[in-house]
């Protein structure tokens, strides 16, 4: 399968704990994106980063979020000290090009991340 | 205004059906649009893109009016497989031309027997 790869599907962690979250983008794209779904509401943009390279973090929470793609590896979202509104579906997207592209992203399957 | 507003439905048709759907959003300078359909539980996917007054393909037809900034999309003889959440999609306001979409909140489209 050549798509957005995502894992895992379903997450459960208990309030103070941490939750990784892995991307892999389809083949031969470089740039990846982090959307986060939460119950009844529309996706909403995170993060958008490049291999190594952060490139607009303007929709992460200032605390507990952090985000990387590393030059080797997936990208990884990671929550720590979740609390129960962090309960929601976090869906990663791809592209085969950054600035300048309009066209489609590519979405995996999402992370579904359950705070208890 | 929201970026990108849209009427969320249920919307609840027999098979055969027309439908249509509204989106209206508040960044003037946006040159394209898409429609994406998201099933239950499972990732959003590209049903249309527009770029300039309208796009067809097969039973579905996106519309765009850039003066009343509104974007529609009819779906003709709908078919039990339509049943999915519809999302207006609309690069986010600032000029960024990359993947930083805002993503409407969605039309619940039913097609019944």
């Known amino acids: 399968n050549a798509g957005v790869m995502q894992n895992p599907r379903h997450l459960v962690r208990r309030r103070g704990q941490e939750a990784r979250l892995r991307c892999s983008p389809m083949?031969?794209?470089?740039?990846v994106y982090w959307y986060r779904q939460l119950p009844e509401e529309g996706l909403k943009f995170m993060v958008y980063l490049q291999k190594e390279n952060i490139i607009d973090e303007s929709g992460m929470p200032k605390e507990r979020f952090s985000a990387e793609f590393p030059k080797e590896g997936p990208s990884i979202l990671r929550i720590q000290q979740v609390v129960r509104g962090d309960s929601a579906a976090y869906f990663c997207a791809s592209s085969p090009r950054g600035q300048g592209y309009t066209g489609e992203l590519f979405f995996g399957e999402g992370s579904r991340l359950t705070v208890l | 205004r929201k970026e990108v507003e849209q009427d969320p439905g249920p919307f609840n048709v027999p098979e055969g059906a027309t439908v249509a759907f509204n989106c209206t959003y508040s960044n003037s300078a946006s040159q394209s649009f898409f429609w994406y359909r998201q099933d239950c539980r499972k990732e959003p996917k590209l049903l249309m893109s527009v770029y300039s007054s309208g796009n067809e393909d097969g039973r579905f037809t996106a519309q765009l009016n850039r003066a009343s900034q509104y974007i529609s999309l009819l779906i003709r003889d709908s078919k039990l497989s339509d049943s999915a959440t519809y999302l207006c999609?609309?690069?986010?306001?600032?000029?960024?031309?990359?993947?930083?979409?805002?993503f409407g909140q969605g039309t619940i489209l039913t097609v019944h027997p």
């Open positions: 999609v609309v690069p986010v306001a600032g000029g960024t031309s990359y993947g930083k979409l805002t």
């Open positions: 083949k031969g794209h470089s740039h």
